[in-house]
C-alpha cells in the first residue's frame, strides 16, 4: 500500500516553524527536518524554513560519509542574504569538522574543513550587519579547535592500502 503525503495549510507555517525550533531544543533534528520538508512543499523559498531545514540535516552529521553534506548545501545556498548564506555555509563545514573529530577522524583529514569554515566566516564578517558578531564567535571557535588539534600528522604506509584508497585516517 501506497500513502501519500498530506500537505499542510499556509497558514499553518508559522506555528510548524516554531514546532520544528522546538523539536531541534529537543535533540530531535529529524521531526524538526520532516516540519522544514512539509514547509517547503507549500513555500518553498521560505528563507527561515531553508536555515533550519539545513541546520537540521547538520544536527544529524556523525561524521561519517552518510552525512548529507550537499543537502545541507544546497539548503543555506537558497537563503537569499550573501551574509547568511555565507555564515551558513561556515556553520555546515564547522558541524562537518566537529563530527568527524568526535568520529576519531585525524587532525589532517579536519584542518581542511576548519579552514573552509573560516574562510565562509570571513566572508560574512565583511557583510555582516552592524552588531552581529556571530561569525567572529565562530571563527575563534574554529580557531580554538584547530589549536587544540595534534601537530599534522603524515600518512602511514600502511594506511594506504595498495589501490591507492585515499579514504580517511582513524586516529
Known sequence: MKYELKPISPKSITAALAKADRYR????PEEA???????????PENQLALRMLGLAITDQFRGESE???NEA?????KLNDPYERAYYDGILHERRAKAQLDAGYTGH????????????FAAAEKIRPAGNDDSL?????????L????AHEEADEDSVSDGGD?????R
Open 109 to 120: 583529514i579536519i584542518a581542511p574543513l576548519f579552514e573552509h569554515a573560516m574562510k565562509s
Open 73 to 77: 548545501a544546497m539548503a543555506f545556498a
Open 137 to 145: 564567535l565562530r571563527w575563534n571557535r574554529c580557531v580554538r579547535l
Open 33 to 43: 527536518e520532516s516540519i522544514c520538508t512539509d514547509i517547503l512543499a507549500v513555500e
Open 147 to 150: 589549536e587544540s588539534l595534534p
Open 25 to 28: 531544543y529537543l535533540n530531535e
Open 166 to 170: 585515499m579514504s580517511p585516517m582513524r
Open 67 to 69: 552525512d548529507r553534506t
